[in-house]
T-cell receptor
Framework: NAGVTQTPKFQVLKTGQSMTLQCAQD?????MYWYRQDPGMGLRLIYY???????DKGEVPNGYNVSRLNKREFSLRLESAAPSQTSVYFC????????????FGSGTRLTVV | EDQVTQSPEALRLQEGESSSLNCSYT??????LFWYRQDPGKGPEFLFT???AGEEKEKERLKATLTKKESFLHITAPKPEDSATYLC???????????FGEGTQLTVNP
């Protein structure tokens, strides 16, 4: 089925470890986004990529890096994980006209201990 | 600065009891306003896009409306399966730095 695929679905890290969250979309969308969602905080934008080859910071970029590998893939890297990065991470993409809104992946639940 | 506020934070309804959710926004040059539904443990699911004041869209028991400062999501005769968190997202012409509202958690009791 067409959509946004995120891997892994669950991950436990120790403080200081690094990892990369993967996201891929097969809808030929130009723009892709990474959000985190914490209880009581709502969805907050970490980084986005308006098109292949470009990335920009969102509301809460500290502690993260991103790579827009190609049009399909947009990865999020935690270089040195901290407990404050325990969250659910969502990747999203949007069609060029924005008519159908953002399509979200099913999320990665990350716990940093 | 773009801002969005959703109210109420939580809403409990009896099955069949109609109500409305509010999304108030301040955005530089609104390009569109999105409504989403989110079930626990899942990503948000797209419901509607509204582009201009006065526009309305409907889907089953849901109807979304838009003014220059607010959007409403009206729920008519809700059922328990409508229980979810409803999120709004205004998009401005300033670019792609999008801010979601914190959502309204709706519970419909049978």
């Amino acid at each position: 089925n067409a959509g946004v695929t995120q891997t892994p679905k669950f991950q436990v890290l120790k403080t200081g470890q690094s990892m990369t969250l993967q996201c891929a979309q097969d809808m030929n969308h130009n723009s892709m986004y990474w959000y985190r969602q914490d209880p009581g905080m709502g969805l907050r934008l970490i980084y986005y990529s308006a098109s292949e080859g470009t990335t920009d910071k969102g509301e809460v970029p500290n502690g993260y890096n991103v790579s827009r590998l190609n049009k399909r893939e947009f990865s999020l890297r935690l270089e040195s994980a901290a407990p404050s990065q325990t969250s659910v991470y969502f990747c999203a993409s949007i069609d060029p006209g924005g008519v159908y809104g953002y399509t979200f992946g099913s999320g990665t639940r990350l716990t940093v201990v | 600065e773009d801002q969005v506020t959703q109210s109420p934070e939580a809403l409990r309804l009896q099955e069949g009891e109609s109500s409305s959710l509010n999304c108030s926004y301040t955005v530089s040059g609104l390009r569109g306003l999105f409504w989403y539904r989110q079930d626990p443990g899942k990503g948000p699911e797209f419901l509607f896009t509204l582009y201009s004041a006065g526009e309305e869209k409907e889907k089953e028991r849901l109807k979304a409306t838009l003014t220059k400062k607010e959007s409403f999501l009206h729920i008519t005769a809700p059922k328990p399966e409508d229980s979810a968190t409803y999120l709004c997202l205004p998009e401005g012409t300033s670019g792609s730095r999008l801010t979601f509202g914190e959502g309204t958690q709706l519970t419909v009791n049978p």
